[in-house]
């Protein structure tokens, strides 16, 4: 009896008419030592990204056993160097499929008989879906191998429109309908943040290795901003996701919506309270020194303590929304995305003016609202005899007057005057 598990089946699909030339390979899907027996078992062939061949498994009753009888297709003679996925639809996953002899593509070659076809070993590989705006997005990508050598590649599953840009701090590239992805950065760290400018909201499919935790470190210069990734495939606190880190008095981390500020007494404090999976932070370290740092083994007080099989096939763009309901302190507005940088504020309200619950601090620039934030309690302060803070990230571009406005059950009851020009990263 096939037991068969609900799960998507990937759209790998491939119009021979697209391409002038075609190979074959005559194969077995092995997934952990086993041999497949499902005919619903896919292995599919991809060049640059793009889907190239796709076959199911068959039986072949002449000798009992099963094969999978794959063309591959290309518009060059040879020199295609393919990579192999196999999706086990017993399971549900998608793996990367080693073959026993190497395959580079040459027209009307046959690799593998009957007698000793091409075996194509199961190998774990990780798929990671990232929910995106439209506009930026401070994403990073918790995966590792060779598939992140080339920014092009590895985004080839986007939906891309002209001028659509990636950057982080140590370079760019913008997409054209021409070339693709152009620029200084030609690849992908799993280490770094980096904001990526989408013209229209997707769920972006990007896919590679687990990155080991204990090997990968996170560089931290001193006195300044850092981009960082965020490694661990399920949400964590900021005090458990950087309890390695030497953090100190001053130190700020901050996303695209909330942030957090270090204090030697209570530590980390602020409207970002959970580090989610596909998300980018920026890191500021207040000393001078430099450091590295870890990120925590899974698990944590969220009590996911998933094996490596379960945690591969995390929807990271439901764990993204999760933890948005985490962040309950933040309140997200559309500039958040409409702008790549941002800057941090902690605030209060002069004492002449009267807080209630539900009051809402809003934050202007030039006409248009950047940020809002409801009142946020400070460790250890009392909600009776201590005025409230707000916690805001405003967004922008340019160096134009800060003006706030209080907002109590939708309507404006007070405005400032403009109190400071913006400036991203202050």
């Known amino acids: 009896m096939?037991?068969?598990?609900?799960?998507?089946?990937?759209?790998?699909?491939?119009?021979?008419?697209?391409?002038?030339?075609?190979?074959?390979?005559i194969g077995n899907i092995r997934i952990n030592q086993v041999f497949s027996t499902d005919s619903s078992d896919k292995l599919a062939a991809f060049v640059n990204g793009k889907c190239v061949g796709v076959t199911k498994n068959?039986?072949?009753?002449?000798?009992?056993?099963?094969?999978?009888?794959?063309?591959?297709y290309s518009n060059t003679l040879s020199g295609d160097k393919p990579e192999f996925r196999i999706w086990d639809a017993s399971t549900g996953k998608i793996y990367l499929g080693e073959p026993t002899t190497a395959i580079t593509f040459n027209n009307g070659a046959i690799m593998g008989t009957p007698y000793q076809p091409v075996i194509f070993d199961a190998q774990q590989m990780l798929v990671q879906n990232i929910g995106l705006e439209s506009g930026w997005n401070w994403v990073s990508f918790n995966l590792a191998g060779p598939s992140l050598n080339n920014v092009g590649n590895f985004l080839?599953?986007?939906?891309?429109?002209?001028?659509?840009?990636?950057?982080?701090?140590?370079?760019?590239a913008q997409y054209g309908t021409q070339l693709g992805w152009a620029g200084s950065?030609?690849?992908i760290s799993n280490t770094?943040?980096?904001?990526?400018?989408?013209?229209?909201?997707?769920?972006l499919s990007v896919n590679g290795m687990a990155a080991d935790l204990s090997k990968i470190g996170i560089d931290v210069k001193g006195k300044g901003w850092n981009y960082i990734s965020y490694l661990p495939p399920v949400n964590m606190t900021v005090k458990e996701a950087l309890a390695d880190y030497d953090a100190q008095t001053g130190d700020v981390l901050k996303s695209q919506t909330g942030f957090a500020m270090y204090d030697d007494h209570i530590g980390w404090v602020g409207n970002l309270t959970y580090m989610e999976p596909g998300s980018g932070y920026m890191l500021y370290r207040s000393s001078e020194n430099q450091t590295s740092f870890h990120y925590g083994q899974l698990g944590g007080s969220l009590g996911l303590n998933q094996n490596l099989n379960q945690r591969q096939h995390l929807n990271l763009a439901s764990l993204k929304t999760a933890s948005r309901l985490m962040n309950t302190n933040q309140l997200r507005v559309a500039a958040n995305f409409k702008y790549g940088e941002n800057m941090t504020m902690l605030a209060a309200v002069d004492s002449s003016?009267?807080?209630?619950p539900g009051d809402i601090v809003l934050a202007y620039v030039g006409g248009e609202l950047r940020a809002k934030a409801g009142e946020f309690r400070l460790p250890g302060a009392s909600a009776k005899g201590s005025e409230p803070v707000f916690l805001l990230n405003i967004?922008?571009?340019?160096?134009?007057?800060?003006?706030?406005?209080?907002?109590?059950?939708?309507?404006?009851?007070?405005?400032?005057?403009?109190?400071?020009?913006?400036?991203?990263?202050?």
């Not at 080839?156 to 370079?171: E, F, R």
């Open 2 to 25: 096939m037991i068969r598990v609900a799960g998507k089946e990937p759209d790998w699909s491939v119009n021979p008419a697209d391409y002038a030339y075609s190979m074959t390979v």
């Open 58 to 72: 068959a039986y072949n009753a002449s000798n009992d056993l099963w094969y999978t009888y794959l063309t591959i």
């Open 156 to 172: 080839v599953n986007g939906s891309w429109t002209s001028a659509d840009t990636i950057k982080n701090d140590q370079g760019f």
């Open 185 to 187: 950065l030609t690849a």
């Open 192 to 203: 770094s943040l980096f904001m990526l400018n989408s013209q229209q909201a997707q769920t």
């Open 353 to 356: 003016t009267k807080i209630l």
């Open 395 to 426: 967004a922008g571009n340019s160096a134009d007057p800060v003006i706030f406005k209080l907002e109590r059950r939708g309507r404006v009851v007070a405005t400032s005057p403009a109190v400071f020009n913006y400036a991203a990263n202050r």
